[in-house]
């Protein structure tokens, strides 16, 4: 059998829809017969899609973050997390048990210094051949859209919640 170029996918911006984005892959790759693991750094919350993509017997999804981090100071726990996210995710890209893994808002872990650029970079090198890997969040890194295959920016040209509205 011959194995496909996984390719590496960046979601990134300043407007919302991007891990919305990567959540519709992963829909969308289970509908084609994948599995998928989503790991999300930086997030500790429990999300309304999250209950929706547990319920999907190929989709797996692990939190690499505390639920208070975005709103709080960045301490030695928040690091740990994420680093200890990062060394699981390494294990599952060698696996090749998943056709597609999702690293979300890994952009925002590096730009927050809980790893880096090249340290992310040195586990996406280290996976199976075919695993598809999509990045999400904002501020990504000039080395991890220099190695991206696609690279999509969400800018914000209009949104409700400036008049106010909340989701």
């Known amino acids: 059998m011959i194995k496909i170029k ?22 969308r790759a289970v509908g084609a017969g994948k599995n998928v693991f989503i790991g999300q750094f930086v997030k500790g919350m429990k999300y309304s899609e ?8 190929e989709i797996e999804i692990s939190q690499y973050g505390l639920d208070y981090f975005i709103n709080g100071e960045i301490d030695k726990k928040n690091i740990d997390e994420a680093r200890k996210g990062l060394k699981e995710i390494k294990k599952i890209l060698k696996s090749g048990k998943y056709d597609l ?4 808002e890994a952009n925002i872990a590096v730009y927050y210094d809980l790893f880096s650029a090249k340290e992310l970079i040195e586990v996406i090198n280290a996976r199976e051949t075919n695993v598809e890997v999509v990045i ?3 501020y990504a890194a000039k080395e991890i859209i220099e190695k991206a295959d696609l690279v999509t920016e969400m800018k914000e040209i209009k949104h409700y919640y400036n008049q106010g509205v909340e989701v």
């Open 101 to 104: 893994v999702i690293l979300d």
């Open 136 to 138: 999400t969040g904002r």
């Open 50 to 57: 999250l209950k929706s993509l547990k319920s999907i017997n």
């Open 6 to 27: 996984g390719m590496i996918q960046v979601y990134t911006g300043n407007d919302k829809g991007k891990t919305t984005a990567a959540f519709g892959l992963a829909i």
